[in-house]
C-alpha cells in the first residue's frame, strides 16, 4: 500500500533521484545508483510479471488473451513469482529500496504527466525498449513506481482492475491537476478490441498453463466424429423415412380416389395389374381407421356374436379378413385383392356363392364403386330369404339417408335398423325381403355417395 510518511522520511536518503528530468550527476555516485537501479529494475520486472499474472482474466477489462498469453511467458521466466505472497514481499523490498532512492515526486503538472507517461510503458511487455523506459521512469519518479508497486501489491482484484484498466498512477494529493486521459499503446489498444469481441463470444478465462493438455483433449472429444455423422445419417434415415410416408400417403389418395370414382371393373383391373398397390391401399386405410373411436368392422362382428354362429356370413370387400377373425360364424370373405389365405379375388359384383346361400352379407365401408347397384343386387342374390343384409358407410357420404334407404328397399330389402349415432359411419341393417321391386333400367339415384376423399395432412 501506498504509505505517504515513509517516502517522506526516507526522502533524503534518495536525493540523487529527486529531479524528475535527468540531470548530470557525479560518477561515483551514479555508479552506486546505477547498481542500485539495476537491482531495483530487475525486482521490478520480476514484481510486474508476479503482480500481471495475478490479474484474473474477468476482472480486466483492459487486459485479454493476449496480454495473458505474455504474462504466461513471464511466469515461465520468473517461476518463483508466481504467487501473490511472494509478489508482496518483492513489493514490500522494492518499497524499502525506493524509499531509500527517492522522495515522492511532487513537482510541476508537467512533470507529473510525464512520469505517467513513463510508468505507464513500463506494461508495455518488450523488453528491450521497456527496460530503457523503466530505467527513465525510475530515474525520473520514484514515487510513482513505488505507487506502482503499490497498486501491484494489491491482490485484490479492484484494485488490479484500477492499475491495469487506468494504469495512470494517482496524482499527489496536492496537485490541481486534472486526470489525464488514459491513452493506450497500440498493443493494448489491439488487447482491449480483442478482449470485447471476446466477452461480446461470452467469454471465457483462459485455462492455465497445466490445464491445457486436458483442455486439448477435450477439444478432442468434442471434435470426435462419431455423434455426428450418425447423427446426420439419422437424420437422412428419418427424412428418408418421411418423404417415402409422404409417397405413399399421396399413392394411397390417389388409389382410394379411384376405387371411388370409377366402375368397380376398373378398379378389379388397377389391382390385377399392380397387387402392390392394393397393398399400399391398405396399409393407407388401416392408418386411417386407426384413429377412429371405434372401426366399423368390430361392431358388425359384435352384432353377429350375439347372433347364432351357425350364421352363413357373405363379407363383401372383406380388406384383410378382421371380420372373419373375429366371429366364429363360417365367412365368405371377398375381395379384389388378398391380403389373406381366407380371401376369395373377385369383384364382388359377381361373386362365386350359390342364390340364396348365405345368411348375412356384410359391406363394411366398401360400398366403392361407382356400381352400388350391381353389389346390392348380388347380396340379394346370395342372400336366403329373410336373411340380414348390413352396411357400413362412412357418414359424410350420404346427402340423403332417406334417399338411400328408398333406394335400398326397391332392391328387396326391407330397414330394420339404422345407427347414425357414430361420429365417423352409419350402420343400417336391412332385411331381405325378395327379390328386387324394380327393373335393371329403372334409376335408383339414392344408391349415389359422395366418395370419401382424405384429406393431405
Ligand atoms: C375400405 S376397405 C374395408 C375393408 C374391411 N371391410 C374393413 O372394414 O376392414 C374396402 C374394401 O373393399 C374392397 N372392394 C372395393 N370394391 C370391391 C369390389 N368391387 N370387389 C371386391 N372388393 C372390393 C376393397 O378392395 C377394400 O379391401
Not at 423415412?241 to 405413399?248: G, S
Not at 396399409?283 to 372401426?295: A, C, D, E, N, T
Not at 353377429?304 to 380388406?319: E, I, M, N
Not at 364382388?348 to 343386387?377: H, K, W, Y
Given at each position: 500500500m501506498f504509505e505517504e510518511p515513509e517516502w517522506t522520511e526516507a526522502a533524503p536518503v534518495a536525493a540523487g533521484l529527486r529531479p524528475v528530468t535527468p540531470q548530470p550527476r557525479p560518477a561515483a555516485t551514479s555508479q552506486i545508483k546505477g547498481s542500485k537501479r539495476r537491482q531495483l529494475l530487475a525486482t521490478l520486472r520480476t514484481l510486474e510479471a508476479a503482480s500481471l499474472s495475478q490479474q484474473p482474466p474477468d476482472s480486466l477489462p483492459g487486459s485479454d488473451y493476449e496480454e495473458e498469453e505474455?504474462?504466461?511467458?513471464?511466469?515461465?521466466?520468473?517461476?518463483?513469482?508466481?504467487?501473490?505472497?511472494?509478489?508482496?514481499?518483492?513489493?514490500?523490498?522494492?518499497?524499502?529500496?525506493c524509499q531509500?532512492?527517492?522522495?515522492?515526486?511532487?513537482?510541476?503538472?508537467?512533470?507529473?504527466?510525464?512520469?505517467?507517461?513513463?510508468?505507464?510503458?513500463?506494461?508495455?511487455?518488450?523488453?528491450?525498449?521497456?527496460?530503457?523506459?523503466?530505467?527513465?521512469?525510475?530515474?525520473?519518479?520514484?514515487?510513482?513506481?513505488?505507487?506502482?508497486?503499490?497498486?501491484?501489491?494489491?491482490?485484490?482484484?479492484?484494485?488490479?482492475?484500477?492499475?491495469?484498466?487506468?494504469?495512470?498512477p494517482k496524482l499527489s494529493p496536492g496537485?490541481?491537476?486534472?486526470?489525464?486521459?488514459?491513452?493506450?499503446?497500440?498493443?493494448?489498444?489491439?488487447?482491449?478490441?480483442?478482449?470485447?469481441?471476446?466477452?461480446?463470444?461470452?467469454?471465457?478465462?483462459?485455462?492455465?498453463?497445466?490445464?491445457?493438455?486436458?483442455?486439448?483433449?477435450?477439444?478432442?472429444?468434442?471434435?470426435?466424429?462419431?455423434?455426428?455423422?450418425?447423427?446426420q445419417e439419422t437424420r437422412a434415415e428419418a427424412l428418408r423415412?418421411?418423404?417415402?410416408?409422404?409417397?405413399?400417403?399421396?399413392?394411397?389418395?390417389?388409389?382410394?380416389?379411384?376405387?371411388?370414382?370409377?366402375?368397380?371393373?376398373?378398379?378389379?383391373?388397377?389391382?390385377?395389374?399392380?397387387?402392390?398397390?392394393?397393398?399400399l391401399y391398405?396399409?393407407?386405410?388401416?392408418?386411417?381407421?386407426?384413429?377412429?373411436?371405434?372401426?366399423?368392422?368390430d361392431r358388425i362382428a359384435r352384432d353377429?356374436?350375439?347372433?347364432?354362429?351357425?350364421?352363413?356370413?357373405?363379407?363383401?370387400?372383406?380388406?384383410d379378413c378382421r371380420l372373419a377373425s373375429s366371429v366364429r360364424n363360417p365367412v365368405h370373405c371377398f375381395d379384389l385383392a388378398s391380403l389373406d389365405p381366407r380371401v376369395t379375388v373377385c369383384d364382388?359384383?359377381?361373386?362365386?356363392?350359390?342364390?340364396?346361400?348365405?345368411?348375412?352379407?356384410?359391406?363394411?365401408?366398401?360400398?366403392?364403386?361407382?356400381?352400388?347397384?350391381?353389389?346390392?343386387?348380388e347380396a340379394n342374390r346370395v342372400l336366403k330369404p329373410g336373411g340380414l343384409l348390413k352396411v357400413a358407410e362412412v357418414s359424410s357420404r350420404f346427402e340423403d339417408v332417406r334417399a338411400f334407404l328408398g333406394a335400398v328397399t326397391k332392391l328387396g330389402f326391407k330397414v330394420i335398423s339404422?345407427?347414425?349415432?357414430?361420429?365417423?359411419?352409419?350402420?343400417?341393417?336391412?332385411e331381405k325381403t325378395g327379390p328386387p321391386r324394380v327393373g335393371p333400367k329403372a334409376k335408383l339415384s339414392g344408391l349415389k355417395l359422395q366418395p370419401c376423399l382424405y384429406k393431405r395432412r
Open positions: 505474455v504474462v504466461v511467458e513471464r511466469k515461465k521466466k520468473h517461476p518463483k513469482t508466481l504467487f501473490a505472497s511472494s509478489s508482496t514481499k518483492v513489493g514490500g523490498k522494492r518499497k524499502k529500496k531509500k532512492q527517492g522522495p515522492p515526486c511532487s513537482d510541476s503538472e508537467d512533470k507529473e504527466v510525464e512520469r505517467k507517461k513513463c510508468c505507464k510503458q513500463t506494461f508495455d511487455s518488450d523488453s528491450a525498449e521497456k527496460e530503457k523506459r523503466k530505467r527513465k521512469c525510475q530515474k525520473q519518479s520514484p514515487s510513482n513506481l513505488t505507487q506502482h508497486l503499490d497498486s501491484v501489491d494489491q491482490t485484490d482484484h479492484k484494485t488490479w482492475k484500477s492499475s491495469a484498466t487506468d494504469n495512470v496537485s490541481t491537476s486534472p486526470k489525464q486521459p488514459h491513452t493506450l499503446s497500440r498493443k493494448q489498444w489491439r488487447n482491449r478490441q480483442k478482449n470485447k469481441r471476446r466477452h461480446k463470444n461470452k467469454f471465457r478465462p483462459p485455462p492455465a498453463p497445466d490445464e491445457l493438455p486436458a483442455k486439448a483433449s477435450i477439444e478432442e472429444t468434442e471434435v470426435a466424429p462419431a455423434p455426428r455423422p450418425n447423427s423415412a418421411r418423404m417415402a410416408q409422404r409417397l405413399d400417403g399421396a399413392r394411397f389418395r390417389y388409389l382410394n380416389e379411384q376405387l371411388y370414382s370409377g366402375p368397380s371393373s376398373a378398379a378389379q383391373h388397377l389391382f390385377q395389374e399392380d397387387p402392390e398397390a392394393f397393398l391398405h396399409r393407407g386405410f388401416q392408418s386411417q381407421v386407426k384413429k377412429w373411436p371405434l372401426q366399423p368392422v353377429l356374436r350375439q347372433r347364432p354362429a351357425s350364421l352363413v356370413v357373405a363379407d363383401f370387400g372383406c380388406g364382388m359384383a359377381q361373386v362365386p356363392l350359390e342364390d340364396e346361400s348365405v345368411d348375412v352379407a356384410v359391406f363394411c365401408l366398401s360400398l366403392m364403386g361407382t356400381n352400388i347397384r350391381d353389389f346390392l343386387e339404422k345407427d347414425l349415432t357414430n361420429s365417423h359411419f352409419f350402420l343400417f341393417d336391412f
